[in-house]
């Protein structure tokens, strides 16, 4: 046998992006004969250590010069950049033939500012999965993975009907409210588990306090991503904002009920073959993106997200479940 193409794929951030190039990996070693490594923030081992298709991961931690050192040690062939910002540019130093991801910023900006769409249709994932098309690697549309840690266990009884909620969200424009969220739990029979960081503590909190019945759960902050992964794939269906939670579902082939207001399905980052029976509700406001990231809206302060009702989701929900 041939010695195999030693590949490093590179991906700093953040949990959705990470996931979205899961397929790159499946691909790369289904399909050639290839050692592969992986180089992202220590922050999201938790997504990359269980993946079976990789057979090693650095980490950026203190030291990028000290990075640098030992990645130039192992005399990779190619270095598939997925992330494309300054600091990765900076692996050239590494004198390998190196290909990067086209991000279509220009044409991001031209949709977001006058409506023009340029072909931005394209997933995430198949931009990524271009960014490897020289090696003679074809998508095998199987989807994302996600590779759970069966030790998981949550203080829950997921064994039961249950809705799974992703509060979160990257900017406060990208999140339902607190109101919206309470107002559809008063109407659902089913538990809800609300899932988010630190950060979305204390809206887990307020929701639960202007919920008047007692079966919502505050698990955010409580658990890690991988426990926040077992509840996934246990829940009946996910809710969620555009967050790395729902990439997750996605992987997980969930049903998943998707938000969309500053940031819109069609510019590459929707669920990426979810369950079947998913639903995307979008802000009626507009049709385009208000921002670049989501961290602002043309319409209100708040984000045009707010303006999805309580009814629509409940509609959605009954869709799904039935």
Known sequence: MSKPIKILIVRFSSIGDIVLTSPVIRCLKTQINTELHFLTKYQYHSLLINNQYLDKIYYLENSFTETLRELKKENYDYIIDLHNNIRSFFLLRLGVKMKRYYKSNFNKIL??????????????VERYMQTIKFLGVKNDHKG??????????????????????????????KQLSAEQVSGVCNNL???????????????????????????????????????????????????????????????LKKNILSFWGCTKPDLGFSPYFPGEKSIKLVSDKSQRQCSKHGSSCRFTKEGCIKGISSESILNSISKILS
């Not at 993975?145 to 909620?165: G, M, R, T």
């Not at 996934?232 to 997750?248: A, E, P, R, Y």
């Open 144 to 173: 994302l993975d996600y590779f759970l840690d069966i030790k998981n266990e949550i203080d829950f009884n997921v064994d039961q009907k249950f809705i799974a909620w992703s509060i979160g969200g990257s900017f406060q424009q």
């Open 189 to 251: 029979k089913e538990p809800v588990l609300l899932l988010g960081g630190e950060n979305e503590k204390h809206t887990g909190d307020r929701i639960i306090n202007l919920t008047q019945k007692d079966n919502v759960y505050n698990f955010c902050g409580k658990l890690s991503v991988n426990e926040s992964a077992y509840v996934i794939n246990k829940c009946s269906v996910l809710l969620s904002n555009d967050t790395g939670l729902m990439h997750i579902g996605a992987a």
């Open 111 to 124: 949709n977001i500012n006058f409506g023009l769409k340029l072909n931005n249709k394209i997933h995430t």
